[in-house]
Each structure stands twice: as structure tokens, then as C-alpha cells.
């Protein structure tokens, strides 16, 4: 009897919510694609903005040498953005035939890369391109005291900003979304 009670059980459960083979691999494709997205987006932005830096470089006649080391040092941080997301897209060019483990595993790589990210290389590129553009504007603005000290005073408070509420707040957005799709990943992986 317990058998044939346990049978009718069995075969009455609703799997109607369980999730399926089909739910992972959307997954897989819908992260897979977004990210590309956004990376190529950046990449294209990135050299974009490089390029008509590169641009004013030859045709802006500067007189002193902080204008042309603050060119630099912008361009230094277009490349190394330009680089950084190149990389990332290659990464996200290879998760194409993966299982769901290494999926999984390749999203814990991703928020160790993203952590490491954030510690070093945007550091890098975000020191880059504020000295850059600290120096790239002394030249316009050095003439006139009052000029001078409203557009460092503004640009001193924007990157101030910049480094210690849209980043953080950025990152910590970014962590979360990240968290959730391996959570959900991760989930699904144990019920198949």
C-alpha cells in the first residue's frame, strides 16, 4: 500500500516550476550577450574618445609641457580601458559551449576578476586620467586667479564624486546583479 501511495504521489507533484536544460542555457546566452554588448560598447566608446584625443593632440597648439604630459596621460587611460575591455571580450567570446559547471565557475572567475578590477586597474586608469586632466587644463585656466580656482574647485569636487560615491555604488551594483545570477546559475545547476 505505502508503495502505491508513494507512486500516486510521485507521479501527482506539480515539476511545472522546476527548471529545465532550456533555463540554463538562456541564461548562459542572455549573460553571454548583454555582456558582449556592453564590452563592445565600451571598447568602441574607449577608442573612440582615444582617438579624438589623439586628434586634439596634433591639432591643439599647446605652449607648456603640462598641457602635452596631461594629453598623455589620458590617452594612457583610453588605452588601458581600451585593453582591459578587449580582454574581457575575448573571455566572454570563449564561455560559448560551456557545461553548466563551468559556466558557474567561469561567473566566480568573472567576480574575482571584477574585484581585482576594481582594486587595481580602474584605480590605474582612474589616477591616469585625473592627473591628466588636472594637467591638461592648467594651461587654458592659468591665466585669470578666479578662473583658476573655480574650474580646479569644480573639477576637484566632481572627481571627488567620481572616486567616492559613482564607483563604489557602481561596483557594489555590479557585485550584486553578479551574485544573483550565479545564486540563480547555481540553483538551477543542483536541480537538473
Same mark, same amino acid.
Given at each position: ?5 508513494? /507512486? ?27 555582456? +558582449? ?51 574581457? +571580450?575575448? /573571455?566572454?567570446? /570563449? ?76 561596483? /557594489? ?20
Amino acid at each position: 500500500m505505502e508503495l502505491n501511495e508513494l /507512486r500516486k504521489v510521485w507521479l501527482s507533484a506539480d515539476t511545472g516550476n522546476l527548471p529545465g536544460a532550456d533555463d540554463m542555457v538562456r541564461m548562459i546566452r542572455k549573460y553571454r550577450r548583454g555582456n +558582449l554588448v556592453k564590452k563592445l560598447g565600451m571598447t568602441i566608446i574607449a577608442t573612440l574618445l582615444s582617438a579624438l584625443m589623439v586628434f586634439v593632440v596634433f591639432s591643439y597648439k599647446s605652449v607648456m609641457p603640462s598641457t602635452r604630459i596631461g594629453e598623455t596621460l589620458i590617452i594612457m587611460a583610453g588605452l588601458l580601458l581600451i585593453i582591459s575591455n578587449a580582454r574581457s +571580450l575575448g /573571455r566572454l567570446h /570563449r564561455i560559448k559551449d560551456n557545461t553548466n559547471k563551468e559556466f558557474i565557475e567561469y561567473l566566480m572567475q568573472v567576480q574575482r576578476n571584477r574585484l581585482k578590477y576594481y582594486k587595481t586597474t580602474q584605480v590605474a586608469g582612474l589616477l591616469l586620467a585625473s592627473f591628466g586632466l588636472l594637467l591638461y587644463i592648467y594651461e587654458a585656466v592659468s591665466a585669470n586667479l578666479l578662473l583658476l580656482c573655480v574650474a580646479y574647485g569644480a573639477l576637484a569636487a566632481w572627481l571627488c564624486v567620481n572616486w567616492f560615491v559613482i564607483r563604489p555604488r557602481a561596483y /557594489r551594483r555590479q557585485a550584486t546583479k553578479l551574485k544573483a545570477t550565479i545564486d540563480k546559475a547555481s540553483s538551477i545547476n543542483k536541480q537538473l
